[in-house]
């Protein structure tokens, strides 16, 4: 009797076998291009599930690896999880044998041992939005302290020095989050009349950060501007709600922010750029590198602009960069000169090499 | 030489005779090696160069998960459950990353220690909130997860701390083989060390004893509430261990607790522990981590959203629960 319950045992995990090894015979990807240069490209992503900018990045990445021609499959590991989960992700990675590896950081020393383990088996790491302290790791990204600093500078001068600002950060512990915080922190020893009233991580999750500001506004803070780390037009959008007047609000170059800083009467802020397009720029330079011309520097920083809407030049920018095609909650600059090669319709598209 | 020739033939039928045994009594363990087996060899198929780093990068990368699913395991056949598994494991990786950052080798290992003290303490008190309240083991557990969550919050805001650099290297890397990964040995040691002794032990009989049916047990003379405080703490040790593999594995502590508490609880079920208690042991669900673990690489390679990768893995378990008590069924009829 025991014995049979065994037989059937085994008799389902054969069945289970051969239902698997048919699922995957149909879902085999054609891996080797014809081509001398066949890179598999791996891409871990461990946040922003639902957030514009990191779909935006990931979308970036397939598009210029179809562009690159070098490229036959792009890995996307998109989930959210902790460094110890993209540590897991990285070293399946490496199992799979991918040419190269992009992360979008959850940590700036946490993922140490696994690059160590990638550059180990001759797979060149590039960290893109924020960097990674691995000695032979790349990084590229925007200039997250110059980012925060650029927005600051304007909030505070726009409230003539003086007031009390809300202070609405991304993910605690994520290193662009650090690199902002201290662009911010330059800004305010700057302005020493500026006073932070509320401190918040919104985890760059559109929700998480309008339960914040309906908090703040239900609880009558008196607050005369807002810095965002990216989560904008939501905040906005509370403001309204509430009927709460506006007050100077610096944001991203997001597309639903843009649109209300051209048309909402009486709103007073400025966008600046963050490209997500890093991810696509981050392809490039792992294919640079796997063709065997590395840049000289393992750093690459993008610079960032600063669009306000109470100045012409500014509001000339966001005029030019305003697109209807484009999601609310994407963000504008979805290409970045020298870096990027696909047209704006192909990064909306989302398609990588052999979708 | 005929007598040694024939003692060596005996034992070898009795070892013999004692795997088959073996077999007959756990084909629920069979099954997942079976399942494992099936998985190693999609993964080998999907990916041709898979080999030693794969093997490697699963030993490392279950180790917290296994840990927390031996947790899980412990509490449950013991008639309990734990929901604050994924909290101990944060808070006790804080705690360990925090004393030991910048400190010498010789204090890590004090801070290591003070580590397991301090997870068989936060089981301790899960277990005897549970007894002196008599409020059911799932809210108590749901409860103390946001104290020790908070509290974990409460030491760091955002990740940090370090580690000794000799914690680092125990569970990474291979030992002898490169087919063998350290994180892989420290398990089956730590296992090997803790569970199986107490498992033979009347400690353990009692375990069961009060998982499987509490009146029977008190009747016989089981200290059912001091058991029960027993399983709950050894549960914080492992917990505490699964957050010392967390520290070392990245280095420092995040004061967010990760995904391990369902995880553990779908490890077990899969591993064959029953969730009424009583029934099953550790080696099942550390067996399950690992064939979940590779459905989650198999569907990256073959490049399913991971999002979607979690809705199959949870119909997997459906699946394979529903066969389990449809086999479990089958053997009780005549």
């Known amino acids: 009797m025991k014995r049979l319950g065994l037989a059937r045992g085994l008799v389902a995990v054969a069945t289970l076998a051969i239902l698997a090894g048919a699922c995957t015979g149909t879902a085999s990807p054609g891996a080797s291009g014809g081509g001398a240069k066949a890179y598999s490209i791996g891409f871990s992503n461990p946040g922003g599930v639902g957030n514009g900018w990191r779909e935006a990045m990931l979308c970036s990445a397939k598009a210029e690896a179809v562009k690159t021609g070098e490229v036959t499959k792009v890995t996307i590991i998109h989930h959210d999880t902790d460094a110890n989960g993209q540590l897991a992700d990285i070293r399946s990675l490496i199992a799979q044998g991918v040419s190269a590896i992009i992360i979008n950081p959850a940590d700036p020393d946490a993922l140490n041992p696994g690059i160590a383990e990638a550059l180990a088996a001759k797979i060149p790491v590039v960290a893109v939005d924020a960097s990674v302290t691995a000695p032979g790791a790349y990084n590229l990204s925007n200039d997250q302290v110059q980012y925060a600093y650029l927005g600051a500078s304007w909030l505070f001068k726009a409230l003539g020095g003086t007031g009390d600002v809300v202070y ?188 | 030489m005929s007598a040694a020739t024939e003692a060596l033939g005996r034992r070898r039928v009795g070892v013999g005779e004692a795997v088959t045994s073996w077999i007959r009594r756990s084909p629920w363990i ?129 990740p940090g701390g370090g580690a000794a650099p000799w914690l680092m290297e125990t569970i990474r890397g291979p030992l002898v083989s490169e087919w063998i990964p350290r994180g892989l040995v420290v398990l089956a040691v730590l296992v090997g060390a803790i569970w199986i002794p107490l498992r033979r032990s009347n400690l353990g009989l009692s375990l069961f004893a009060i998982g499987s049916n509490r009146l029977a047990a008190f009747r016989s003379g089981v200290p059912v509430d001091r058991m029960k405080i027993v399983s709950y703490a050894l549960t914080g040790l492992f917990s505490s261990l699964a957050g010392l593999a967390l520290t070392a594995n990245t280095g420092n502590a995040s004061p967010v607790p990760g995904p391990y508490t369902l995880e553990s609880i779908a490890a077990i079920v899969l591993g064959g522990v029953s969730l009424a208690g009583g029934r099953g042991g550790v080696v099942g669900p550390i067996l399950a981590v690992a064939v979940l673990y590779l459905i989650r690489i198999d569907l990256q390679f073959i490049g399913i959203n991971p999002n979607f990768g979690t809705v199959v893995q949870g119909v997997i378990l459906i699946g394979v629960v529903m066969l389990g008590s449809f086999l479990a069924l089958r053997r009780v009829r005549p």
């Open chain 1, 168 to 355: 609405m950060r991304g993910i605690a512990g994520h290193p662009a989050d650090t690199d902002r915080d201290t662009g911010f922190k330059k800004a305010l020893s700057e302005n020493p009349g500026i006073k932070v009233v509320k401190e918040v991580a919104t985890k760059w999750d559109p929700a998480t950060a309008t339960t914040q500001i309906n908090d703040i506004l239900s609880s009558g803070l008196k607050f005369d501007g807002i810095w965002t780390s990216g989560v904008d037009s939501t905040i906005v959008d509370a403001l309204k709600t509430a009927k709460h007047p506006f007050v100077p609000i610096v944001g991203a170059d997001n597309a639903g922010f843009v649109n209300q800083l051209l048309n909402e009467t009486g709103l007073k802020g400025a966008a600046v750029t963050n490209p997500p397009s890093v991810g696509g720029a981050g392809v490039k330079l792992a294919t640079q590198i796997l063709d065997g011309k590395p840049p000289s520097a393992t750093t690459v920083h993008v610079t960032p602009e600063l669009w306000d809407n109470t100045t012409d030049a500014g509001k000339a920018s966001l005029k030019a960069a305003a697109d209807p095609k484009i999601n609310p909650l994407w963000p504008l600059g979805l290409t970045i000169k020298d870096w990027t090669d696909y047209s704006k319709d192909e990064v909306i598209a989302c398609k990588g090499p052999g979708e």
């Open chain 2, 30 to 158: 069979v099954a997942l090696i079976g399942l494992l087996v099936v998985f190693f060899a999609i993964t080998k198929m999907l990916v041709p160069n898979y080999g030693a780093p794969g093997v490697q990068a699963l030993g490392i990368s279950i180790l917290p998960n296994a840990l927390a699913a031996v947790a899980q395991a412990i509490v449950v056949i013991s008639g309990g459950i734990d929901l604050s598994v994924g909290s101990m494991m944060a808070l006790t990786s804080v705690v360990s990353a925090v004393l030991m950052k910048g400190q010498s080798d010789i204090f890590a290992v004090g801070v290591v220690l003070g580590t397991l003290a301090l997870g068989v303490l936060l089981g301790a008190i899960n277990g005897a909130l549970i007894v002196a309240t008599r409020v059911p083991d799932i809210v108590v557990t749901l409860a103390m997860s946001f104290v020790w969550a908070g509290v974990a919050l409460l030491i760091i805001h955002t």
